[in-house]
């Protein structure tokens, strides 16, 4: 009989005998996840809470989690950070220029500087003799392809996604189009 | 010079779909290329052996591990946004090109220099956009969206725009033999960009300017000169270079400003998140043994599969035919003009330095007035062979023999021999004529005789000239030269 069954089953018991014994329960379902490879664990773990009903947490043995218990957050403190840097209104429309990203009006500027600030918290981390890391792909092995014709001649499906086409062409206006500038928003 | 080379593989670089020069507009297109959201780039191995012999080649520290990095611009045909390059860690750094070009007061030293290569990286290649300004739109093909370039980075180490055109023929010659890319520079797999300064000597290295546009390697020598020319005339009034982008106009031969380019650009380069880093072996117990053989490139395996490269090409010419460096030069720059030389010469008697005069000199000289190829010379090798052999034996002189050369190129239907009884070039031999028609030049210019008696020797090669007239240029000039003299002295 597989752990799901049993799960059922035993729910079907638990309801029969009480709201009572529902405290501080999982879903069984979850608990059946949680322990899916030790059956004889979950058994006889499961009768023990329905003829005991006591509270219990669930760090259960054979499973060493490494969420703590209660929470660790420390708020960084203002004076922890390094100095504010200054966002000059030339570099405002530079960054608005090359990202295609929109601050319309000081509420946007304001949200930028609070995201910089935010980010700020991690100069409070200690890197010394430590790598930067690019991704979390670097330890694998780069997939290398053959050089063998597998993909191509969708002509029609590519076109059809696009609003203008001409004979096959994708049209689009000429050059870059100027952003307008600051005085003219 | 930054080059761009197009790698020759049948895929794209990081996508499945076909490489080829002309096709319906986006038909070799892929989900990837066309950038819709959910695609992913797969790296192909071909394209990272291409660029590893290529490095091989030009003597690059081959990096064993490789990062790629995305460098975002907005222009429609590159429909991502960015573009997958290698910035900070390319495969290949510090690498030498080592070129050589005729100079000298009559053009025929060879003068050999080298350049560094600064780095050699794998990029993507972006689409063709075709401007149609009556309608202020633009075209987008894609099919060249996403093909692997390799970019190579010189260091700026050549001075004239001569320099620069042998040093990109000396790529394309490597690049060629290798295999990696075909190098037409008319068909855009080879492009070239110049950076151009100028600097009195001492001081500083002036600003630079960057000229693109340029599609063959006579107009690179062109843009440059032209370019250096310009910035001195625009310091020499006092004016100040401006750090721009040009683009060369081949009909006037000038460079212009070009437009679409506001200051420097800000590429905001970015660690490419989707691929891990390139890694290449030194040798095949270096690769972790659990891994595929066709998932792993080995540096040693590479190496040892390079062809005969340009430089040793030109030293076997050498060594084996016994023929100068500069006549080596010219036989190698010249596509096929080898191996014609070759055929040439294990058909005939005579030896290869008369080879090598009747093929570099009369034989190209005839295809360059032409325009032709090597392919296309009407005149082929066995023929020239059957000539070379007729003269070898005495039957005709030099002279006719170069005359039947124009004949065989006119009418290349002919053998030489027929060209020979139809005209009746064959050699005079007979002495007794020969010393016949001497002595009636002799007496025919009596104050010619009198010069060469008081002692200037260049009249006799006005008389010899008047004895081949007669003769028809069918006789022997050494023989012609010792009667005159004989009847001279």
Known sequence: MSVVNYARTLQKVILNIGPRCYHRWVTTASVALRIRDSKQNFRCRLWCGLLTPVHYQYSTEGNTSKVPSVATWEPVLENQLPPAKQVPADLVDKLERLALVDFPNQEGLVCLKKAIRFADQLHVVDTEGVDPMDSVLENRALYLREDVVAEGDCADRLLQLSKDTVEEYFVAPPGNIPLPGREEC | ?489
């Open chain 2, 1 to 489: 010079l930054t080059v761009h080379a197009q790698i020759q593989s049948i895929t794209k670089l990081f996508s499945g779909s076909q490489v080829r020069f002309q096709a319906p507009p986006n038909s070799l297109v892929s989900f990837f290329d066309a950038s819709l959201p959910g695609t992913l780039p797969v790296l192909n191995r071909r394209c990272v052996e291409a660029a590893v012999m290529t490095g091989l080649a030009l003597d690059c520290v081959i990096n064993r591990k490789s990062l790629f990095d995305r460098k975002h611009y907005f222009y429609a045909d590159l429909p991502a946004g960015y573009q997958i390059t290698q910035q900070r860690r390319p495969i290949a750094v510090d690498g030498t090109l080592t070129y050589s070009h005729l100079g000298g007061t009559r053009r025929n030293t060879l003068i050999t220099k080298s350049v560094r290569i600064k780095q050699i990286q794998l990029e993507q290649d972006s689409g063709k956009s075709l401007h149609d300004d009556r309608r202020g739109q633009t075209l987008i093909d894609l099919n060249r969206a996403g093909v692997g370039l390799m970019e190579l980075v010189m260091e700026p180490d050549m001075s004239c725009g001569e320099e620069a055109a042998a040093a990109v023929r000396e790529l394309q010659l490597i690049l060629q033999a290798l295999g990696t890319c075909q190098g037409h520079m008319d068909e855009g797999q080879l492009r070239v960009d110049a950076n151009v300064s100028v600097h009195r000597p001492g001081d500083p290295w002036g600003v630079r300017t960057e000229v693109k546009n340029i599609n063959s390697g006579r107009n690179l020598a062109r843009a440059i000169d032209y370019e250096i020319q310009r910035q001195v005339g625009v310091l020499k009034n006092g004016g100040t270079v401006q750090n721009e982008t040009r683009s060369f106009d081949r009909k006037s031969g000038h460079t212009l400003p070009m437009r679409d380019k506001e200051g420097l650009q800000d590429y905001r380069f970015m660690p490419e998140p989707n691929l891990p880093p390139l890694i290449v072996y030194d040798r095949p117990s270096t690769a972790p043994p659990c891994v595929h053989p066709s998932q792993v490139v080995v540096l040693e395996e590479v190496r040892a599969g390079l062809p005969e490269l340009p430089r040793a090409r030109r030293t076997r010419l050498v060594e084996s035919y016994d023929i100068l460096p500069e006549h080596s030069f010219t036989l190698v720059n010249e596509d096929g003009l080898t191996d014609y030389f070759e055929a040439v010469v294990k058909e005939t008697k005579a030896g290869p330095r008369k080879v090598i005069g009747w093929v570099n000199q009369v034989l190209l000289g005839l295809l360059h007035h032409h325009s032709l190829s090597v392919s296309q010379s009407p005149v082929t090798p066995q023929m020239l062979a059957q000539l070379l052999n007729l003269q070898e034996n005495g039957q005709i002189s030099s002279s006719v023999a170069k005359q039947v050369f124009q004949e065989l190129w006119r009418a290349p239907g002919k053998t030489a021999q027929q060209i020979i009884q139809e005209q009746d070039l064959g050699i005079v031999s007979n002495t007794t004529e020969i010393h016949r028609i001497c002595q009636k030049v002799v007496d025919s210019h009596p104050d010619q005789v009198q010069a060469i008696r008081g002692g200037n020797k260049k009249v006799l090669n006005k008389l010899m000239g008047l004895v081949q007239k007669e003769t028809k240029g069918r006789a022997d000039p050494v023989l012609v030269r010792s009667i005159l003299e004989e009847k001279t002295s």
